[in-house]
């Protein structure tokens, strides 16, 4: 069942481990229309940029991916995938999110690109939640393709 309003902000915060910083909407759920992947408003509620535009909460896929990352996954993905790819992903999402941007926004902006770095693999969970919200991720796709072996 899906949960609206408090009781869905309150899901969403009990997912994140705190309560939201910014505005947010839940743009993947379960089967069941629990929340899996938010996507963040590219500023905080009091200015600061905030980098990560896409944001995995489903704590099932946040533990294998986790596994993923700690048997080395972020290093063989930067080895198994062309760095143009990577880069390019990155460019798309920096620019998804920056056009999120109020148009007359003149403070600090969100820089860089999936999980907050300009190249590179920095993060395997933010790479999936953006995969999974529809994004063409490169990264995402290796996490994906990964995933069952990660399961217990």
Do not use: F
């Given at each position: 069942?899906?949960?609206?309003?408090?009781?869905?902000?309150?899901?969403?915060?009990?997912?994140?481990?705190?309560?939201?910083?910014?505005?947010?909407?839940?743009?993947?759920?379960?089967?069941?229309?629990?929340?899996?992947?938010l996507?963040?408003?590219?500023?905080?509620?009091?200015?600061?940029?905030?980098?990560?535009?896409?944001?995995?909460?489903?704590?099932?896929?946040?533990?294998?991916?986790?596994?993923?990352?700690?048997d080395?996954?972020?290093?063989?993905?930067?080895?198994?995938?062309?760095?143009?790819?990577?880069?390019?992903?990155?460019?798309?999402?920096?620019?998804?999110?920056?056009?999120?941007?109020?148009?007359?926004?003149?403070?600090?902006?969100?820089?860089?690109?999936?999980?907050?770095?300009?190249?590179?693999?920095?993060?395997?969970?933010?790479?999936?939640?953006?995969?999974?919200?529809?994004?063409?991720?490169?990264?995402?796709?290796w996490?994906?393709?990964?995933?069952?072996?990660?399961?217990?």
């Open positions: 069942m899906i949960a609206s309003g408090e009781d869905e902000r309150a899901l969403v915060a009990e997912l994140l481990g705190r309560r939201p910083q910014g505005p947010y909407e839940v743009v993947v759920r379960s089967a069941s229309g629990s929340p899996m992947v996507r963040n408003g590219p500023l905080l509620d009091d200015g600061t940029p905030m980098p990560t535009r896409y944001w995995l909460v489903d704590p099932g896929l946040r533990v294998i991916i986790g596994r993923l990352e700690a080395g996954g972020v290093r063989r993905a930067e080895a198994d995938i062309d760095p143009a790819l990577i880069a390019d992903a990155h460019a798309r999402y920096g620019a998804e999110r920056d056009a999120a941007l109020p148009a007359d926004h003149l403070g600090p902006r969100p820089s860089a690109g999936v999980g907050g770095t300009r190249r590179g693999v920095k993060c395997l969970h933010a790479h999936y939640a953006w995969l999974l919200a529809g994004g063409d991720d490169p990264v995402g796709r996490v994906d393709e990964r995933l069952d072996e990660y399961r217990s």
